[in-house]
């Protein structure tokens, strides 16, 4: 069977700009599969190579077995793509831009309700709200819906959950797991690196190029650093403190704690006691537990 | 002066539109030299209320001072004596460095020699001086970040609107953003700030929830994560984010 992504060595350059520099991962069909990393790291310009809208310099990419430069006809009516910035129709209503995107795709709205209905029932009630006056999750639901008319094999869903809150990005990574459920691949990119633990694999970028293709989990483990929690009251006289001491490799915030990098010599009793001496009485240092967050950081540190 | 007036004061601030109330008689004092977490769900009401603090709209009923002036019959006043970073990059690409902090300066109305004094302290203090001449669309996201903080206080404002400023920014270039704000309270500027990362309410002296045009929560984030004993700012903003009943 063929993979559902397979992307072989893309490059792609605007100007003087290596968007994109030969990047490979490949993504396992019915996968929820996520590219993590900041603006600016090339996930839209890959996406836009993925959904057929633009070629790559060098190197092939593939939905489906299908070319995206040669079938790209073909692939359209296969993937769904909801790009970054809101792209419906605005001055039209919600049922209109329904209607508008069955009929783009030759098929009818009903025929797929069953894959849309738990996203698209909230926006039912306001058929003739135009798409521009909806708040920010209605237009998320009402553009996932428009992605979804048309039962995609593939579903490209670009930073779905930027500027949106906690709570409603926990709620939309829930839906996908459902629509993941009933088959359909996903490709999902996201800024917040906490969100790659609702992925199955994440392929990790930044400046245009791949830095880590796994689970998780097993990213995760990868992370081969001394890592401790530091805690204070005084967290910022803390940071400095400890990153002049020279078995710090690295230390930053983290949350209600900062993370301390120790190289072999660093022992966090030693430090512990040592700023007790000098006055931070209430020093608490202990191990912590890695993210894929530290490991981001690992990798920008270690210049990748 | 007022030394020991807050930078931030409103009472029963409300803002309609039409019959839907999108801020609903909300209360708190921010203090001089604080740094303020202004929290809420999507449509909870949070660019309502930030745009009446910076004297860009009205409010329908309430009141408040901002350094020191009145958010109704001093606007303009308020206005002169803020500064303003949004998420997306106040700054214009095809100018250089310098070239951007002098636009603000002027739209602030510094003169040339204060705005001489003020950009080459700030730029070595960031260690940009070298990078004066570039254009900002050249230069890497965070030396942009810490521009736009720079062109935002250019004026040395009493205080500073930050919103959603690390919004898809590295993990590195996010906490060497909260280092400048660090940076920029201890040396006095009150700091009010909007973001979707819970790590950074953390790093807040106090921190405010919005749900449904009220203020649900408001205390520093120790006090939060004890009062709903859970461990994490992450956790407490989905204790109290989940009562939310705009459709949002």
Known sequence: MNKAIEISEVSKSYGYIHALDRVNFTVEQGELFGLIGPDGAGKSSLYRIIATLSAPDSGTATVNGMDVVRDYRKLRKRIGYMPEKFSLYQDMTVAENMAFFSSLFGVSAKENYDLIAPIFSQLEKFPDRMAGALSGGMKQKLALSCALIHRPEVLLLDEPTTGVDAVSRSEFWDMLATLREKGITILVSTSYMDEATRCERIAMINNGRILAVDTPSALINRLDENLYNAVATDMFGLLSRLRSNPDVIDCYTFGATLHVVGNDNFSAGQVEEALKKTGMEDVRIYHATGTIEDLFIKQIRDGK | ???????????????????????????????????????????????????????????????????????????????????????????????????????????????????????????????????????????????????????????????????????????????????LIYKASSDGMTVFVTTHYLDEAEYCNRVSIMVDGHINALDAPAALKQRYNVSSMDEVFRIVAKDSTRSD
Not at chain 2, 35 to 59: D, E, V, W, Y
Not at chain 2, 102 to 111: D, E, H, Q, T, V
Not at chain 2, 156 to 177: A, M, N, Q, Y
């Open chain 2, 1 to 179: 002066m007022e030394n020991n007036n807050p930078a931030i004061s409103v009472r029963d601030l409300t803002k309609k539109f039409g019959n839907f109330t999108a801020v609903d008689h909300i209360s708190f004092d921010v203090g001089k030299g604080e740094i303020f977490g202004f929290l809420g769900a999507n449509g909870a009401g949070k660019t309502t209320a930030m745009r009446m603090l910076c004297g860009l709209s009205f409010p329908t009923s309430g009141q408040g001072q901002v350094a020191g002036y009145d958010i109704v019959s001093q606007s303009e006043d308020i206005k002169r004596h803020i500064g303003y970073m949004s998420q997306k990059f106040s700054l214009y690409g095809e100018l250089t460095v310098i070239e951007n902090l002098r636009l603000f300066s002027s739209i602030y109305g510094m003169n040339r020699q204060s705005f001489r004094h003020a950009s080459s302290r700030l730029l070595e203090e960031l260690e940009m001086t070298d990078m004066q001449n570039a254009l900002v669309k050249d230069i890497p996201v965070g030396w942009k970040q810490k521009l736009a903080f720079l062109s935002a206080t250019i004026h040395s404002p009493e205080i500073v609107f930050l919103d959603e400023p690390t919004g898809g920014v590295d993990p590195v270039t996010r906490r060497k953003f909260w280092e």
